[in-house]
């Protein structure tokens, strides 16, 4: 749901839109295969490059092909913030996966890489929708004005 509001949120075409999520849960499901993995070490990193390579793309439409869609779109201010907030966050993902008892097992609580994980999830997430929609509730103009650009009805429209 990040994605597809950063997406829309810079107003990305279609087609670029659905490979970033669509890495974004290729992504997902390798980390979960890694983290999975106990009968072979190589198959369970293997497992996480594969991950990572689909993070790449993820970060690489984030950081480089996005924000101009956001400047054209008029909505780039927010968007960086955004951007910043989940790319510098998501990044602790596999830095907790790698150092943790999955990975490395330099740290060896299972508690605390949960703990870890917990905290990412809760700041990634409810951090982004207070600041989205804080400034939705700002720029209820503009808002309104590019969903009756888009689908030709405007907010409050039944």
Do not use: H
């Given at each position: 749901?990040?994605?597809?509001?950063?997406?829309?949120?810079?107003?990305?075409?279609r087609?670029?839109?659905?490979?970033?999520?669509?890495?974004d849960?290729?992504?997902?499901?390798?980390?979960?295969?890694?983290?999975?993995?106990?009968s072979?070490?190589?198959?369970?990193?293997?497992?996480y490059?594969?991950s990572c390579?689909f993070?790449?793309?993820?970060?690489?439409?984030?950081?480089?092909?996005?924000?101009?869609?956001?400047?054209?779109?008029?909505?780039?201010?927010?968007?960086?913030?955004?951007?910043?907030?989940?790319?510098?966050?998501?990044?602790?993902?596999?830095?907790?996966?790698?150092?943790?008892?999955?990975?490395f097992a330099?740290?060896?609580?299972?508690?605390?890489?949960?703990?870890?994980?917990?905290?990412?999830?809760?700041?990634?997430?409810?951090?982004?929708?207070?600041?989205?929609?804080?400034?939705?509730?700002?720029?209820?103009?503009?808002?309104?004005?590019?969903?009756?650009?888009?689908?030709?009805?405007?907010?409050?429209?039944?």
């Amino acid at each position: 749901m990040i994605l597809l509001a950063l997406g829309l949120l810079a107003d990305v075409d279609r087609g670029s839109l659905f490979t970033v999520i669509a890495a974004d849960i290729a992504m997902c499901v390798t980390g979960l295969a890694a983290a999975l993995v106990t009968s072979s070490y190589l198959f369970r990193w293997l497992f996480y490059l594969v991950s990572c390579a689909f993070f790449v793309v993820v970060l690489y439409a984030l950081l480089v092909e996005w924000p101009a869609d956001a400047a054209a779109a008029g909505t780039d201010d927010i968007f960086g913030t955004l951007r910043v907030l989940t790319v510098v966050l998501w990044l602790g993902y596999p830095i907790i996966w790698a150092v943790g008892v999955e990975g490395f097992a330099l740290v060896q609580s299972v508690g605390l890489t949960s703990w870890g994980y917990s905290a990412l999830d809760i700041l990634a997430k409810y951090v982004f929708a207070f600041l989205l929609l804080r400034w939705v509730a700002a720029n209820e103009g503009t808002v309104g004005a590019s969903a009756g650009a888009t689908s030709g009805a405007a907010l409050g429209d039944d």
